[in-house]
């Protein structure tokens, strides 16, 4: 069964192609042919559903979208829906950099953290999305760290780990992250003969 992937970040179909191992599905990316749509929504739900509902409806294929970010305790939840877009250049690089800028006086206890991913499944024409939310707690490094991943990876120390995410194995990402958390979830959702247990 293939499944869209409405996203433009190449990293999150890398990672749900390893998700997806053994589960009967191929994450294929968005046809070249049509633009993005706009995440005009106030939350992840909101704007996971307009991706994915945008690619259901103009190819008629299952698609799902992820919207995800970093909520910062000391920042009141912020980046949050605008992580992908927090400074002005919004490359991952300058995303971090201003991060690390904004936290520069904060003490390692108060630096908590934690990713959210909202997924939602668009695939028939009843218009009835299916959702799942993950979470995975952290706190965020005085540092960048490692090369793996992507986005807020180089500065998160996930819960229990002394590792910062971009030194973490993707098979090991993938077991802990928020997306994997929420993809399970998913799973669980599908209607019967979806994808393979
Ligand atoms: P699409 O909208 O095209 O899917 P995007 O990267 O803009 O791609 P989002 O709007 O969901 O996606 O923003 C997610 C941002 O949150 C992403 O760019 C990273 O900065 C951060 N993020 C999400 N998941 C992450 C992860 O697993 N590791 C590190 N950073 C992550």
Redesign the pocket.
Known sequence: MEII?????A??LK?FNDLAKGRGLKFIPIPVEHT?PE?TGRT?FE??FI?ANYFFSVTGIPSI??????EVEALNGR?G?H????SREGT?KS?VDKLLLELKDVQDKDRSAR?K?CLVLMQNNLNEPISAEGVVEGKISEGKKGNK?????PV?IPKGSLLH?AEIEESE?NLI???ANAFRLLMKKLPRGFAKE
Not at 65 to 70: A, E, F, P, V, Y
Not at 83 to 86: A, N, P
């Open positions: 992937l409405a996203t433009q970040n990293g999150k990672e993005f995440e992840f704007n996971a991706k979208g992820d919207d995800s970010g970093l980046p829906i992580s992908s877009r927090y991952d995303n990713f991913c991943g992507f986005g807020y990876d998160f995410m990402k992250s928020h997306r």
